[in-house]
């Protein structure tokens, strides 16, 4: 697995939603303050976990984004990463219907 960041300019938030939600069905959204070329800007971090096979689709979206935002660039990132995702455990009951660990 890995993390892939998408920085962009914050323009259009829930436009730029519903273009990672066209390719990724899980991805979280940071608001920030960057710096372009010494300018401060209001500034969104997409973050997606995915396999690295995924990265066609992390730069179409990058790509989407930019051009939608009419920037010049934006900065993805991308870091191999270890996961584990910890679910709710089925409620186990025995013969008395008591609930046990």
């Excluded at 960041?5 to 979280?28: C, H, L, N, S």
């Excluded at 995915?50 to 900065?75: F, H, P, T």
């Excluded at 990463?81 to 046990?100: F, K, M, S, V, Y």
Aim: charged letters at 30%.
């Amino acid at each position: 697995m890995n993390i892939y960041r998408i920085y962009t300019e914050k323009k259009d938030p829930e436009w730029i939603a519903g273009q990672v939600a066209m390719f990724f069905d899980a991805f979280t959204i940071l608001e920030g303050t960057g710096y372009w070329k010494g300018t401060r800007e209001d500034c969104l971090i997409i973050e997606l976990i995915v396999s690295a096979d995924r990265w066609v689709d992390v730069e179409l979206v990058a790509e989407r984004i930019r051009k939608g935002n009419k920037q010049e660039a934006v900065l993805v990132t991308d870091q191999p990463i270890t996961t584990e995702l910890i679910e709710a455990a089925p409620d186990i009951h025995d013969a008395t219907g008591q609930g046990r660990c």
